[in-house]
């Protein structure tokens, strides 16, 4: 919208020198002229100090009219908006809130993940409020000169006001992403720049200055709530702390479905199976989903969106896009042992887990299993936990077994291992008993966390020591097919076992 604007400025700058020429072509005397000229530059710049010309707070600050985007055009997020509307209640209630005395509310915020739909909430509440909206990023208001950053913390919350008055509307909402860009703890005077942008911010939102009548409400998002400088989060400041987390099955439905409002799907694509099959996608990946499946199918030259195209595109957003690498015979065999390795693992601890085991190479992996559909889960039992552990080193074990020797394939596994390994300690589910994850000295790390792996890489070999014969088995039909279903591997697994 601005773009269009801003354009149109332009053609109508440009066309002024041409009408000038053409006047006097035709005989209008130049005084006339010039003194036409001069008005109309008067009035241009009078409609400017009165707040016509939009986005001048900052080189990024976006200025919009209140979109229509709902809280309905927000998928799941069903705790988050119920409580950003009883909060915004507050601002709309004014009167009311002022009879009985309640503090206004100065400031909503958002924390979360990436891509949970923080800036659409703020948006939906412009909306829903009837108010002016105003967005800006916490990383264009960090300058290298003393008293800039805060100067554009002025402009922007003076420029909400004005796109209020231009509105006709009686309050505004500031959106300011990435917040902890200026609003992160103050160590010390080290950083005064920083010290004058926040301070501004405080003092903006304790509303000390500007037009009573318009009010503005500072909404912030943030991924690291922990960052945050305590002035911000004292009472009288961010009133509202509001947790946006990953969408569960249902939101996923439910985003997954806003985003196909606009593409045609064959009738026997169902939405439901791909909100299970994208367990912890945020909503930004789940719109790249749709996305990317619409891009599989124009390249099919297919009028429609097919369960097969969906399935690829979860894949690329899961795993990044498929490459053709050039592998060794070597290389792609002990791909293959390693991410069997993964499936036998989980196939015995979880039976019927795996869909498939596939080499084809996507991002940084050169192979992969895809498990099926897990259930949602809240609550984590150290059983599962460890579960979790033994399939990331599964892959590690059965390269050891059949080669001798460990690769560099596993580092990412080792990752997610130890990762997992701390949750345990945290969590009281370690020999070292319940302990704040502070108190924990480096050593006792690294001691507790070698004992867990060594004792759940023992119970791993263990497990797959069993089933030598399979590997070999499977790795010739891998090696041959490419992928190979968890319908063969555990029909594999059944015969042998019997
Ligand atoms: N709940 C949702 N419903 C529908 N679409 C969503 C949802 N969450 C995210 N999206 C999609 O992802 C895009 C990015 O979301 P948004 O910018 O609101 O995320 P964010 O939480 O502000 O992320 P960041 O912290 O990275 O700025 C949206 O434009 C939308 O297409
Ligand atoms: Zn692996």
């Known amino acids: 919208m601005r773009k269009l604007q801003s354009y149109g400025k332009e053609i109508a700058i440009g066309f002024v020198p041409v009408l000038f020429l053409f006047l006097l072509y035709v005989g209008f005397p130049p005084v006339i002229l010039i003194t036409g000229a001069i008005a109309l530059l008067a ?3 009078l409609a400017r100090s009165r707040g016509l010309a939009m986005g001048t ?9 209140p979109e229509f985007l709902t809280f309905e055009d927000i998928g799941g997020q069903d705790q988050p908006k119920k409580e950003l509307m009883e909060a915004l209640n507050f601002l709309v209630n004014r009167d009311k809130i002022q009879k009985l005395g309640i503090r206004p509310l100065k400031g909503i915020l958002l924390t979360g993940p990436p891509g949970t739909g923080k800036t659409l909430l703020a948006k939906a509440a412009a909306h829903y409020t009837h108010s002016a909206f105003i967005a800006a990023s916490g990383s264009e208001f960090v300058e290298m000169y003393v008293g800039v950053g805060a100067g554009r913390i002025r402009d922007l919350f003076k420029e909400a006001r004005r796109e209020a008055v231009k509105l006709k509307r009686d309050s505004a909402i500031v959106f300011i992403d990435e917040i902890d860009g200026i609003g992160g703890k103050r160590d010390g005077g080290q950083h005064r720049e920083y010290d004058q942008t926040l301070n501004q911010l405080l003092t903006e939102m ?5 037009d009573e009548n318009i009010k503005v409400l500072l909404v912030a998002a943030t991924n690291r709530k922990e960052l945050l400088d305590p002035a911000l989060l004292r009472p009288g400041r961010f009133d509202r702390h509001i947790q946006v987390d990953l969408p569960d099955k249902s939101g996923r439905e439910h985003i997954l479905k806003l985003h196909a409002r606009n593409k045609p799907l064959f009738p026997e694509v169902s939405l439901a199976k791909v909100a299970e099959e994208t367990f912890g996608f945020s909503g930004a990946q789940l719109e790249s989903v749709m996305n990317e499946a619409a891009i599989y199918a124009m390249r099919d030259d297919s009028e429609m969106l097919s369960a097969y195209h969906l399935t690829q595109a979860i ?26 390795g993964h499936a036998i693992v989980a196939e015995s601890v979880r039976p019927n887990s795996v869909a498939q085991v596939s080499l084809t190479p996507r991002g940084q992996a050169l192979g992969y299993v895809r498990h099926n559909p897990q259930q949602d889960r809240y609550l984590y039992t150290q059983a599962i936990l460890e579960e979790q552990i033994m399939i990331a080193l599964g892959g ?5 077994l059949i080669y001798g020797g460990r690769s560099t394939g596993s580092r990412g596994d080792f990752e997610q291992a ?14 070292l008993g319940i302990i704040h994850p502070q108190a924990l000295t480096q050593e006792q790390w690294s001691k507790e966390n070698a004992a867990i792996l060594n004792d759940l890489l023992d119970r791993t070999r263990a497990m797959l020591g069993k089933h030598i014969n399979t590997f070999k088995f499977m790795l010739s039909i891998l090696i041959k097919e490419e992928t190979l279903s968890g319908q063969q591997l555990r029909e594999h697994l059944q015969q042998t076992a019997a």
């Open 43 to 45: 009035l241009f710049m």
């Open 57 to 65: 707070a900052g080189k990024k600050t976006v200025a919009r009219k």
């Open 206 to 210: 304790d509303g000390i200055q500007g």
């Open 315 to 340: 894949d690329k957003v899961m795993m990044g896009e498929r490459m053709d690498r050039e592998t060794t015979k070597e290389e792609r065999e002990r791909v293959a042992i390693h991410e069997l």
């Open 396 to 400: 590690c074990v059965a390269e050891e």
């Open 418 to 431: 130890t990762n997992i390994v701390r949750t345990l300690i945290e969590s009281g589910m370690s020999s």
